[in-house]
């Protein structure tokens, strides 16, 4: 397989459909549970509609990062991506590659963990809060399941929240102090380093 120093278009707007998403996916998520502790609570703010639509809402985004995912796999098998920068260091490889493999395990896997949680509880789960539109259950009503994938999927989001904040960092730190084209390749309106490749 040929190197290239670009991702593909394709690659580009999965790439940042699918952040996008995560970010999304965080904070509807803290929200439907902060909804969801007050309605417990007997807070009179919410009704438990306005708990579902929200969490339908979460699920809707995990269930599209899900299918975006593994269609972004099977791209990334079928379609070549960039060379790392020779100037890296091994250990900087390393680590790289294992960020990048954590990123797939974990945006491939909280979501089937989501998805697990939502078929084990009792609550009916719909794709855009659409009736007509159930959320098939894989594991249904089964208590022990669901306080295990909840409390999974829960700290999977801290992981991922880490996770960014090391991607987005080391994005920059190649862009502002190693000053090559790493950044470039996922933003095509950067100045490239290496123009001639």
């Known amino acids: 397989m040929a190197e290239t120093n670009r991702y593909t278009s394709v690659a580009i707007l999965l790439h940042w459909t699918i952040a996008i998403l995560i970010v999304m996916l965080i904070f509807v998520g803290w929200r439907a549970g902060d909804m969801a502790e007050a309605l417990r609570a007997g807070s009179t703010e919410f009704t ?3 708990v579902r639509l ?4 979460h699920k809707t985004f995990g269930l599209l990062v899900l299918a975006l995912s593994l269609f972004r796999l099977v791209w990334r098998f079928m379609n070549p991506v960039p060379a790392m920068p020779e100037g890296m260091k091994p250990w900087e490889k390393t680590v790289a590659r294992l ?3 954590a990123f797939y395990v974990l945006i491939i896997g909280m979501p089937i963990l989501g998805w697990l949680t939502a078929s084990a509880s009792t609550a009916p789960s719909f794709l855009f809060n659409n009736p007509d539109l159930p959320i098939p259950e894989i594991a249904p009503d089964n208590q022990t399941l669901h306080e295990v994938t909840e409390f999974l999927h829960g700290r999977g989001a801290w992981v991922i ?34 123009p001639q490749d």
């Open 48 to 50: 438990i509609d306005d």
């Open 99 to 101: 960020t990048h493999f």
């Open 54 to 57: 929200v969490f339908n809402w």
């Open 161 to 194: 929240i880490v996770l960014l904040v090391l991607h987005a960092g080391a994005a920059i730190k190649h862009h502002v102090i190693d000053k090559d084209d790493v950044l470039a390749r996922m933003l095509p309106f950067l100045r490239r380093k290496n």
